[in-house]
């Protein structure tokens, strides 16, 4: 019992991050609620699959650290830029989906060089890659408080914003005044009691939840078969980089709060279980996946290492996807409460971007400049939309993911800067170990209840 009570914690720790990515690219490409649904299902069982891959492990495949794995947020502005590049809608998802499952492919069979490659990702370099997730995210969040349609009369109406900033409040109090686990959840509870508010509004929409089947399963390509497209590919392996880079330090982080330090072995473990989840992952409809930091968190608070109990979190996720109605609850929270919720959620993806900047050297000349100028290419598509609209479609998809192009220039920039010639000197030599030690130090202070 104690283990289904622990492994459900961390299912409802990161349940509102898991559910996010697949709103906002299927809010992007306009499915339906049923449609919605469906996606939202397969991304919690393509969840709990790389969860257990990664907790239990198979031959070389798995860290067998107690972690969640989840879509990541990283994925989502390269995505919707793929789906604002593709004229004919219903080829979105299958174009996503092929350029995920070539970047996994690719992440698995890159994993053991990877590990030891690590050290061209500092924290300058991760620090602004991990900012511009949460800044390019911002701008959906604030989409959603306004309403889910911008041709409504009620757009942006006072009643969408005071229901999304009534559940910012409720989640900012709880997190001010609670402790443990209610504060670890204090986002999925916002909601709920935002969408509870919102009943009486004539906002809230039960209709997914009757219209959803008790079981399913998420069935292969049931929005198509892939589609390859080289940006669309090129976009979603720099995503790939991105996450291999979070996950790096997740596991490090996480080897030193269960007292079993990440080896190169267990890393590179790691990677493949990340990558080939990844690579699965669309198979059944799903997106790009990797560990989930939040639960860190969870792990340092309650104490409870076994990588067992995380993998009965991974089995709730999976018996989650098989019950549509448990997927089309989060279709019932409407869209301003999600938008007052995602202030904090990707509001906090920017803040953890700027922690990791904090140690980043900046009182180097050399690291200021390679994250003022990778932030300003990064920004460019959020602030300037139309920048590159003289751009082939297929290099808009790159171009207009701030992520992608940011995380581009800061490797680059770091490269020339730190490690060619002269600059090498002044390199900010911030071993990966020595990061997972300050990444769980920061973990274990921010998780004590």
Known sequence: MKMATTG???????????????????????????ELTFLTGACLFTAGLATLLQTLGVWKIGARLPFVNGVTFAGVAPMTAIVAA?????????????????AGVLGFLAAPVFCKAVRFFPPVVTGTVITLIGISL?????????????????YGSPTNLGLAALTLAVVLLLRRFTRGFVKQIAVLLGLVVGTLIAIPFGVTDFGPVADADVVGFPTPFHFGA?????????????????SMTESTADMLALGEIVERPADEKTIAAGLRADTLGSALSPLFNGFMCSA?????????????????????????????????????????V???????????????????????????????????????????????????????HA???????????????????????????????KGREAQ??????????????????TATP
């Open 8 to 34: 459900l914690q961390h299912v409802a720790a990161m349940y509102a991050g898991v559910v996010a990515p697949p709103l906002i690219v299927g809010a992007a490409v306009g499915l339906s609620g049923t």
């Open 86 to 102: 593709t004229d004919d809608k219903s080829d979105a998802l299958p174009l996503i989906f092929g350029a995920v499952i070539v």
């Open 138 to 154: 911002l701008p959906v969040a604030f989409g959603w408080a306004q309403g889910p349609d911008s041709r409504a009369g009620d």
């Open 226 to 242: 892939p589609q390859f497209q080289i940006a669309a590919i090129v976009s979603m392996c720099v995503v790939m980089v991105v």
């Open 292 to 332: 989930f930091a939040q639960n860190i968190g969870l792990v340092a608070m309650t104490r409870i290492r076994s990588r067992f109990v995380v993998a009965a979190g991974g089995g709730f996720l999976i018996l989650m996807g098989l019950c549509p109605v448990a997927a089309s609850l989060i279709a019932v």
């Open 334 to 388: 409407p869209r301003p409460v999600l938008g007052g919720a995602g202030v904090v959620l990707f509001g906090s993806v920017a803040a953890s971007g700027i922690q990791t900047l904090v140690r980043a050297g900046l009182e180097k000349d050399n690291n200021v400049l390679i994250v003022a100028v990778s932030l300003a290419v990064g920004i460019v598509p959020i602030t300037a939309p139309e920048f590159y």
């Open 391 to 421: 751009f082939p479609e297929t290099a808009k998809i790159i171009l207009d993911s701030g992520i992608s192009t940011g995380c581009v220039a800061a490797v680059l920039l770091n490269l020339v800067f730190n490690h060619l010639g």
């Open 428 to 445: 900010d030599v911030t071993h990966p170990m020595e990061a997972g030690e300050e990444i769980s130090g920061a973990t274990r202070a």
